[in-house]
Structure formats: structure tokens, C-alpha cells
């Protein structure tokens, strides 16, 4: 199991001048590999390392190991591009701008000491303290260290480490628990518990009303209050999300569950009528979000696994908090073991 700690770091104005500078040069060789990427068509690691590696050895000033992980960055966003369709087949690829990247770390460019960790910049290795709380410090005592990102967001420097460790034992046997999520309704179980849309949908509104406002305006102080709330209204439903995916997954537990069944509303934006109110708030991704909160999220023993059911002309995409009980739905899905939502 991945987990993944966001670590803030304490860092100097000497320390700040010398990442930035390991962050302009890795986004500069990040973006020297994109014309290769568009001229071969390749995103394979380890042949744009040679069509890629002596270039970017020569012309900047990254080392060999640096290079490297310039040429795995870039290789993942164009496959996460690939997996998303935004690629087709026969088509012209798509420049990518690495302008804002983060910066990759293995385990030869970093190494923790502590609380403190060492990073690997253009001048040499770097110390620098780590800022932890109760929940980074959990996280880093739960398993092995991964690989890494170097982030600089909102005037601040952030080391997210993946941090690997055992998987949790699933329940193998045991009833099976139907979940329906959705707009009005976030989630609603098999067992008659109903965590409601209402609140959400009432400040997403308020959100949206705000913003048009705001946009509409143009005024200085408008633009920069639209910086300030940028962001908020997405945090604010992905710890509502956060919530209830592990209420759910306490619910299941309570019942002894073996399995969570959830309908798979994938592109279901694109499959149903709206209006230009109800557009709006979609993009939110409140039902989506849920869904893959309760996959993700780490399993403590003893608690079940998920699945998903997609829609079919014979199984409709029902109204939002209508769960139907019927066997139709459940035993189709078998009991599955782990916790992976297709």
C-alpha cells in the first residue's frame, strides 16, 4: 500500500535561491525532451533516454541522475496524457509545458536524517529541516521510503515522499454492502444510513454566485479576492468527500462486510441532460471523488474490499439516493479479494 506524507519544508533564503534554481533548470530540461516526444512519438523511459540522455548531459547542467528523473517526469505526463485519451491514435502529440513542474527524487538524490532531509541540488547536497506533525510522522513510521516531489506552492516548499507499506488483510467472506452516490444525495448504503448533499450543494452554490460576481467586476481588490478563495471551494469537498468515504468504510466494517459495491458513474456528465445551473456544479466531482476516496484510502485490518458496477441499458443510471436492494444488482458482483475499484 502507497501512501504518500505532504512534508513542508523549513528552508533559508540561501536554500530558497538554490532550489529555485534546481527548479528552472529540471523544467528547462524537462521541455528540451517535448520536441523528441512530438518527433518520435515515444514515451517509453528507456528509449527517450537515448534519443534524450547525451542532449540534456551536454546542454544543461543537471547531473546524470538528475537527467534521469527529468526523462521519467516527462514520460509520465505523456502517458498520464495517453490514459486520459487527450493522444488519439494518428494524431500530432500535444506539446507539454514543464514550466511548473515539481522535481523528482529517488532514493540516490535524497536521503531523510531524521527530521531533517537531504536533497540533491546543482551545487551539492542540501540539509534542511522537515516540519511534521502527528500525521506525517505516522505515515513516515508506517513503511519504506519511495520516491519523491519537490513542490513549491503558494510561496512554499513541499517534499511530498511516498512511503510504501504492507497491505492490510481483507475480509474474504461475508455479505456485500451496495453503495449509491450522488448529487443530492453524497452517499447512501445498503443498510439505510444517508450522508446528504444539501450543505454541499448549498455553499458549491454559494461558491459559484461569488465568483461570478467577482469575475464580472474586474477590480483590482476583485482579482485579488478571487486569488484568495481560489482553491477553497475544491478542499473544502475533497475533506467533505474525505468524510463520508470513511464513514462508509466504518459502516462496512460495522456489518462485517466483505465486499463495497458502487455504481461506476464515469462520464456520466456526458450522458445525461442538465441544465446550465446543474453544469456548473458537476465539474465538482463530488459522486467521482467519493468513489475514489473509499478506494484509496488506507485499509486497516479487518475492513472490506471495493468494486464497482457500471451502468447498463438494464441497470439505468438511477436518481441520486434511490440504493435498489434488489439481487439483480448485488450478486452480480462476486466477492472480491483486495481493495482495487475498477
Given at each position: 500500500?502507497?501512501?504518500?506524507?505532504?512534508?513542508?519544508?523549513?528552508?533559508?533564503?540561501?536554500?530558497?535561491?538554490?532550489?529555485?534554481?534546481?527548479?528552472?533548470?529540471?523544467?528547462?530540461?524537462?521541455?528540451?525532451?517535448?520536441?523528441?516526444?512530438?518527433?518520435?512519438?515515444?514515451?517509453?523511459?528507456?528509449?527517450?533516454?537515448?534519443?534524450?540522455?547525451?542532449?540534456?548531459?551536454?546542454?544543461?547542467?543537471?547531473?546524470?541522475?538528475?537527467?534521469?528523473?527529468?526523462?521519467?517526469?516527462?514520460?509520465?505526463?505523456?502517458?498520464?496524457?495517453?490514459?486520459?485519451?487527450?493522444?488519439?491514435?494518428?494524431?500530432?502529440?500535444?506539446?507539454?509545458?514543464?514550466?511548473?513542474?515539481?522535481?523528482?527524487?529517488?532514493?540516490?538524490?535524497?536521503?531523510?536524517?531524521?527530521?531533517?532531509?537531504?536533497?540533491?541540488?546543482?551545487?551539492?547536497?542540501?540539509?534542511?529541516?522537515?516540519?511534521?506533525?502527528?500525521?506525517?510522522?505516522?505515515?513516515?513510521?508506517?513503511?519504506?521510503?519511495?520516491?519523491?516531489?519537490?513542490?513549491?506552492?503558494?510561496?512554499?516548499?513541499?517534499?511530498?515522499?511516498?512511503?510504501?507499506?504492507?497491505?492490510?488483510?481483507?475480509?474474504?467472506?461475508?455479505?456485500?454492502?451496495?453503495?449509491?452516490?450522488?448529487?443530492?444525495?453524497?452517499?447512501?448504503?445498503?443498510?439505510?444510513?444517508?450522508?446528504?448533499?444539501?450543505?454541499?450543494?448549498?455553499?458549491?452554490?454559494?461558491?459559484?454566485?461569488?465568483?461570478?460576481?467577482?469575475?464580472?467586476?474586474?477590480?483590482?481588490?476583485?482579482?485579488?479576492?478571487?486569488?484568495?478563495?481560489?482553491?477553497?471551494?475544491?478542499?473544502?469537498?475533497?475533506?467533505?468527500?474525505?468524510?463520508?468515504?470513511?464513514?462508509?468504510?466504518?459502516?462496512?466494517?460495522?456489518?462485517?462486510?466483505?465486499?463495497?459495491?458502487?455504481?461506476?458513474?464515469?462520464?456520466?456528465?456526458?450522458?445525461?441532460?442538465?441544465?446550465?445551473?446543474?453544469?456548473?456544479?458537476?465539474?465538482?466531482?463530488?459522486?467521482?471523488?467519493?468513489?475514489?476516496?473509499?478506494?484509496?484510502?488506507p485499509v486497516p485490518l479487518g475492513s472490506p474490499s471495493c468494486t464497482s458496477i457500471p451502468p447498463t441499458p438494464a441497470r439505468p443510471v438511477r436518481p441520486a439516493g434511490s440504493w435498489v436492494h434488489g439481487a439483480s444488482i448485488v450478486s452480480s458482483v462476486p466477492v472480491v479479494s483486495g481493495r482495487t475499484l475498477t
Open positions: 500500500m502507497m501512501r504518500t506524507a505532504c512534508i513542508r519544508l523549513k528552508v533559508t533564503p540561501e536554500q530558497v535561491a538554490r532550489l529555485s534554481a534546481l527548479r528552472t533548470a529540471y523544467a528547462e530540461a524537462c521541455n528540451r525532451l517535448v520536441p523528441l516526444v512530438q518527433a518520435a512519438r515515444c514515451w517509453n523511459r528507456v528509449a527517450l533516454h537515448q534519443l534524450g540522455y547525451r542532449s540534456l548531459r551536454q546542454e544543461t547542467s543537471l547531473g546524470a541522475q538528475r537527467a534521469c528523473n527529468a526523462i521519467f517526469s516527462v514520460c509520465k505526463a505523456y502517458r498520464s496524457q495517453r490514459a486520459l485519451g487527450r493522444i488519439p491514435q494518428d494524431t500530432p502529440v500535444p506539446p507539454l509545458s514543464f514550466d511548473r513542474t515539481s522535481v523528482h527524487f529517488d532514493h540516490r538524490t535524497y536521503t531523510l536524517k531524521g527530521e531533517a532531509v537531504s536533497l540533491n541540488t546543482l551545487q551539492g547536497r542540501l540539509l534542511m529541516p522537515m516540519i511534521l506533525g502527528d500525521h506525517q510522522r505516522k505515515i513516515l513510521a508506517s513503511g519504506l521510503p519511495k520516491e519523491a516531489e519537490l513542490l513549491f506552492r503558494r510561496g512554499r516548499w513541499f517534499f511530498n515522499l511516498v512511503v510504501e507499506s504492507a497491505d492490510s488483510e481483507s475480509v474474504t467472506s461475508g455479505p456485500v454492502m451496495g453503495v449509491d452516490v450522488g448529487e443530492n444525495t453524497l452517499a447512501a448504503t445498503s443498510t439505510g444510513r444517508i450522508w446528504g448533499g444539501e450543505t454541499l450543494r448549498h455553499r458549491r452554490d454559494q461558491h459559484l454566485a461569488l465568483r461570478r460576481r467577482l469575475q464580472s467586476n474586474g477590480s483590482q481588490s476583485a482579482i485579488q479576492r478571487l486569488r484568495q478563495v481560489s482553491g477553497k471551494e475544491r478542499r473544502r469537498v475533497k475533506h467533505v468527500n474525505h468524510e463520508t468515504s470513511k464513514a462508509v468504510l466504518e459502516e462496512a466494517r460495522r456489518i462485517g462486510a466483505a465486499t463495497i459495491v458502487m455504481e461506476d458513474l464515469t462520464h456520466i456528465r456526458d450522458r445525461l441532460r442538465a441544465g446550465r445551473r446543474m453544469r456548473a456544479r458537476l465539474p465538482a466531482g463530488r459522486s467521482g471523488n467519493c468513489r475514489a476516496s473509499s478506494s484509496t484510502r
